[in-house]
């Protein structure tokens, strides 16, 4: 990120890109295939890739055919992008489970005049969920997260989420033994246009609460 720029985003996801490569022992280097033209897309922009604010650190364009790193078969699209992710963020965000072909939420930084299809999301995971549910309901998926029970306060029936990057609305809140589970529908074109496509029960999920949530927590404590 450059200078004392603070990136915002929206939770609408804008194309589903793909772990290319993963380099690195510590820190990493994580690739990213994507249908993004990268020619407009600056060294040092910011991209949130499933919920997680990364800054681009190299790009080019994607290869005609072929294989990452003697992985999975690359699909064509427009080019790709590296970003660099500290041991930290890899600690506090479900990004150390992730492995060549990991499908990844992906959306660009917004710009001034942009719309906010979604709500305001900074790209700062709270904390990692876990998928304790992922069911058709009709034509949409009913899909229930755990996370921990100090983290509920946070969390608000009607209120907003952002789960794996995607600004969702929250049906049901539940205290319970365990912690604290919420629930959200996912209608078809959401699954459709995002990761949630390959979502199973045990996944663990990047969870970030809405921006006024956390004011509201941090009032509370000077109270």
């Known amino acids: ?31 990213f295939e994507t249908d993004y033209d ?13 919920g997680v604010c990364l800054t681009v650190v190299e790009k080019g364009p994607s290869p005609e055919k072929g294989h990452a ?12 992008f590296s970003a660099d992710v500290s041991r930290e963020t890899l600690n506090v965000t479900n990004l150390g489970a992730w492995q060549t072909g990991t499908l990844v939420n992906l959306e660009r930084s917004l710009k001034l005049g942009d719309e906010l299809g979604g709500h305001i999301v900074t790209g700062h995971v709270d904390c990692v969920g876990t998928m304790v549910a992922f069911e058709s309901i009709n034509e949409s998926i009913h899909m229930v997260i755990r996370i921990d029970s100090e983290k509920g306060g946070h969390v608000a029936q ?17 205290d319970l033994e365990d912690g604290t589970h919420f629930s959200v529908n996912i209608i078809p074109h959401t699954q459709e246009v995002t990761s949630f496509r390959t979502a199973k029960v045990g996944d663990l999920v990047n969870v ?9 927590a941090r009032l509370q404590e000077k109270g």
């Open 1 to 31: 990120m450059r200078g004392n720029s603070r990136p915002m985003f929206t939770g609408i996801v804008t194309d589903v890109g793909s772990v290319r490569s993963i380099d690195g022992k510590g820190d990493l280097r994580i690739a």
């Open 38 to 50: 990268t020619r407009s897309i600056d060294i040092g922009a910011s991209i949130a890739c499933s």
């Open 69 to 80: 790193n003697n992985g999975p078969s690359i699909q064509k699209g427009k080019g790709w």
């Open 158 to 174: 009607k209120g907003s989420i952002a789960v794996n990057g995607v600004s969702l609305t929250v049906n049901k809140v539940q």
């Open 208 to 216: 970030e609460f809405d921006i006024l949530a956390r004011y509201v």
